[in-house]
Nanobody, 118 residues
Framework: QVQLAESGGGLVQPGGSLRLSCVAS??????????IGWYRQAPGKQRELVAT???????KYADFVKGRFTISSAPIKATFYLQMNSLNAEDTAVYFC??????????WGPGTQVTVSS
């Protein structure tokens, strides 16, 4: 099972940007995992999909982040990212990275808090 850990969360003003990172265990090349992704959970709400990427480079974004967020992974690297631009208060949430391994097992990071506030 892939072990994941997020970093990069914090406090940012509306209109600002953050780049979240997710580090996978061992020397896994995250670009080769079947699916990698990001989810978020705001206070009082259910966890929701933010973005996903397959090993073939196919990406999918929730409507509310299209044009603002980008999921990416570098070849020969155990890290993938979520670049978040034009942040607003509704983006405030705990963000979780997610991955499906070659056997179909699902892994989650512990989450990182993103707070958008002036």
């Amino acid at each position: 099972q892939v072990q994941l850990a997020e970093s990069g969360g914090g406090l940012v003003q509306p209109g600002g940007s953050l780049r979240l990172s997710c580090v996978a265990s061992e020397s896994i090349f995250t670009s080769r995992l079947p699916v990698i992704g990001w989810y978020r959970q705001a206070p009082g709400k259910q966890r929701e999909l933010v973005a996903t990427r397959t090993r073939y480079g196919v990406t999918k974004y929730a409507d509310f982040v299209k044009g603002r967020f980008t999921i990416s992974s570098a070849p020969i690297k155990a890290t993938f990212y979520l670049q978040m631009n034009s942040l607003n208060a509704e983006d405030t949430a705990v963000y979780f990275c997610h991955a499906q391994d070659y056997a179909g097992a699902l892994s989650w990071g512990p989450g990182t808090q993103v707070t958008v506030s002036s």
